[in-house]
Nanobody, 128 residues
Framework: QVQLVESGGGLVQPGGSLRLSCEAS???????VGWFRQAPGKEREGVSC????????SYADSVKGRFTISRDNAKNTVYLQMNSLKPEDTAVYHC??????????????????????WGQGTQVTVSS
């Protein structure tokens, strides 16, 4: 059964940090993984993704320089380190994987339409 489970969310003050984890029930080596977020009343948006070919990453402009994505294939886990958090980062964060191997794709996609398997999400709230 394909499953993605996020953890690490919580309540943090502005300027604080959190590290999200996304653990897969399958071998992640050959798949890109993306992090997405959805705030109340807004569409789900891409935050960051990491390729399976060489581990290269892409980031939304709103998080560049503050968030870092990484992967540990031995643990089938992808992480999202979030620093200098802002109130506008408040959202439910989901990780996702495509229903295809992506080792031949040098750039990972940040579009929700490229991903087929989704986790349930973890809430991140940035507030004083």
């Amino acid at each position: 059964q394909v499953q993605l489970v996020e953890s690490g969310g919580g309540l943090v003050q502005p300027g604080g940090s959190l590290r999200l984890s996304c653990e897969a029930s399958f071998t992640l080596d050959y798949y890109a993984v993306g992090w997405f977020r959805q705030a109340p009343g807004k569409e789900r948006e891409g935050v960051s993704c990491i390729s399976s070919s060489d581990g290269s990453a892409s980031y939304a402009d709103s998080v560049k320089g503050r968030f870092t994505i990484s992967r540990d294939n031995a643990k089938n886990t992808v992480y999202l380190q979030m620093n200098s958090l802002k109130p506008e980062d408040t959202a439910v964060y989901h990780c996702a994987a495509p229903d295809r191997t992506t080792t031949h794709e040098p750039i990972c996609p940040l579009s929700v339409y490229e991903y087929d398997f989704w986790g349930q999400g973890t809430q991140v709230t940035v507030s004083s």
